[in-house]
């Protein structure tokens, strides 16, 4: 038996000693979202143990991204969100490689035996830590161009982050009822009044709910670098039956401009008003069985205080009755109004102006009036089953041409404005409404003075009178459109999304910054010209200082009109000057305005 040292190594003399081998290179990883594809491992030769560290080994850069291009600006935000997911997969895939490379690297070492059986504890943890440091040196040398795409990655991600926060958008939103739960995207929840700040443009579903009103839902596209505000009111539920239920915003929709349809959607209106009038009724009948009877009086109970408790019983059935008309009334109203927008519809539809040229018109003209240059004029086409008409009146017409005219027609055109507001006869409508007939000749437009005539056949058929008498009031202007919509039919405030009502941008200078720079930008250049034509008065005026005048003769006449010519064009610098002045200050002007509206 042998007896080592106390700082020898006791390790078997027969242990395998493994000797180091090459760090294996992997195929880089192209920066692709794409799944790589495996890569087989290349087989380990072992080499000698050798005193010096091998040599890193050289491996190409990973392939590369368009990190300019991805990163650039003016691209959008969704753009932006997808290119980070890009940046994002490469990064993890850097990272895959980097630790693939370093466990590899690392579990391929040999293990460290020692020199012999004396070798002290010093100089083998010297050789371990000697060992560590090589090794450490060529993982390093072999991920250094991986680390190095890494950060190009992450300061590319970094600058997209930074653009994007400057997309970022808010949404403010005020409903009526207030303290409504709003919700954004399903997954943000609170109660309005809200603004959700640094919120991601793009399209976004807006549902409100609040008890006893119907929800509305509604999507919006957010713009970048946005301030948003949005207004909703929501509709109390209806304490009627939903199944014939009067959709306002679809029943006053004008995409069918047809008076026919009009007429049938107020006729439903009507239908819907006896019917509610008839809920209503049956509503607060049944009522009393409905309310909660009034507990008897108690043990403890003074008379006084149970007719006390039996009158507030009383009060508030009452005030729930109350409630009950009171919504009856108001849903009532509502659909009164909507018919009465319909109205307005029809009443517009009914006021459009329809021009014609009726080729069947027969023109006679009549005596001649030298003194006043006209012709009697009648013009007429009975026989036209679209728009028969009468005229009779004057036509003016000079002497010279009315002598080459010798009565002839020849030359005339003739056209007629209409209101869009047949008369109907069984199942034949018929344009009677005519306001205006326009004459030309030899394409000259010529004056026209006279009045449209009733046909006796129309006057003569049932509903003619009333027909008549609304047509004269639309021609007169007496009925017309007042331009009413959905917002009068809700109670002159929209139950639905409120339109934007403001949406400024955030990046952008917006209208006003615009007219400050250019209001800016015309007052110096103004005030500019105004101080240069003040310096050119000022040079005319300094040209005769110190000057006397000439004596009588041809030098003396000169100078005079040099003076005159001078004053002249002090005159014209001095009105330059001040037009100019007053520009520079309605400019300035004008951009302080810009600060108050």
Not at 129 to 143: F, M, N, P, V, Y
Not at 384 to 397: E, L, W
């Amino acid at each position: 038996m042998f007896a080592f040292a106390q700082e020898g190594i006791r390790f078997s003399l027969d242990s395998v000693v493994a000797p180091p081998v090459q760090i294996p290179v992997a195929a880089p990883i192209p920066d692709s979202t794409a799944t790589p594809s495996p890569t087989a491992m290349p087989v380990l030769v072992p080499t000698p143990v050798s005193a010096t560290t091998p040599a890193p080994v050289a491996i190409p850069t990973p392939t590369t991204l368009d990190l300019e291009k991805l990163s650039a600006k003016g691209q959008s935000f969704e753009t932006y969100s997808a290119n980070r997911a890009l940046l994002a997969d490469s990064i993890a895939h850097t990272n895959s490689r980097i630790d693939s490379v370093t466990q590899a690297a690392t579990a391929n070492q040999p293990a460290l035996a020692p020199k012999g059986e004396f070798e002290k504890q010093t100089e083998f943890d010297q050789r371990k830590k000697d060992r560590e440091a090589g090794l450490s040196k060529q993982i390093g040398a072999t991920i250094k161009p991986f680390e190095e795409r890494r950060a190009a990655l992450q300061k590319a991600d970094g600058k997209i982050k930074d653009i994007q926060s400057t997309m970022l958008s808010s949404l403010e939103v005020q409903t009526t009822p207030a303290v409504s739960k709003i919700t954004l995207n399903g997954k943000d929840s609170v109660f309005s009044p809200a603004t959700f700040k640094d919120y991601a443009p793009g399209e976004i579903r807006i549902q409100i709910e609040k008890q006893d009103y119907e929800p509305r839902d509604t999507l919006i596209t957010l713009l970048p670098s946005t301030k948003l505000k949005l207004s909703f009111t929501l509709e109390e539920k209806s304490i009627f039956s939903v199944a014939d239920e009067i959709n306002i915003r679809q029943i006053l929709a004008q995409d069918t401009p047809s008076v026919a349809v009009y007429r049938a959607r107020i006729e439903r209106i009507r239908a819907r008003q006896i019917q509610v009038d008839e809920e209503i009724a049956q509503i607060i009948t049944a009522f009393p069985a409905a309310y909660p009877q009034l507990d008897s009086q108690k043990p403890d109970e003074t008379a006084e205080q149970f007719s006390a408790r039996q009158t507030e019983w009383m009060a508030e059935g009452q005030r729930r009755v109350g409630v009950l008309r009171q919504k009856h009334q108001d849903y009532s109203a509502r659909l009164d109004r909507t018919a009465e927008v319909l109205e307005d519809y029809i009443i517009a539809d009914e006021s459009r102006i329809i021009t014609e040229f009726p080729l069947t018109s027969e023109i006679a003209l009549g005596a001649y009036d030298a003194d006043k240059e006209h012709f009697e004029l009648t013009v007429q086409d009975t026989a036209g089953t679209k728009s028969p008409f009468v005229f009779a009146g004057s036509v003016g017409i000079p002497v010279a041409t009315a002598k080459e005219m010798n009565r002839s027609t020849a030359g005339f055109a003739v056209s007629i404005q209409y209101l869009n507001y047949p008369f109907r006869i069984d199942t034949v409508s018929v344009n009677l409404a005519m306001q205006k007939l326009n004459i030309t000749h030899n394409t000259k437009p010529v004056t026209v003075v006279g009045e449209f005539k009733e046909i006796p056949y129309y006057v003569s058929q049932p509903g003619y009178a009333s027909y008549k008498t609304h047509s004269d009031f639309l021609l007169a202007g007496t009925i017309k459109p007042r331009g009413l919509d959905i917002a009068y039919a809700l109670g002159k405030q929209a139950s639905a999304d409120a339109a934007i009502a403001n949406q400024k941008s955030g990046s952008g200078l917006g209208w006003r910054g615009w007219s400050r720079i250019g209001l800016s930008v015309a007052a110096a250049a103004l005030g500019a010209i105004a101080v240069n034509n003040h310096l050119k008065a000022d040079d005319e005026s300094d040209k005769f200082k110190g000057k006397k005048l000439p004596p009588a003769g041809p030098d003396r006449d000169a100078f005079i009109a040099d003076i005159k010519k001078a004053n002249q064009n002090i005159s014209d610098y001095e009105n330059s000057r001040n037009i100019m002045g007053i520009g520079a200050g309605v400019c300035v002007g004008l951009g302080v305005l810009t600060f108050v509206f």
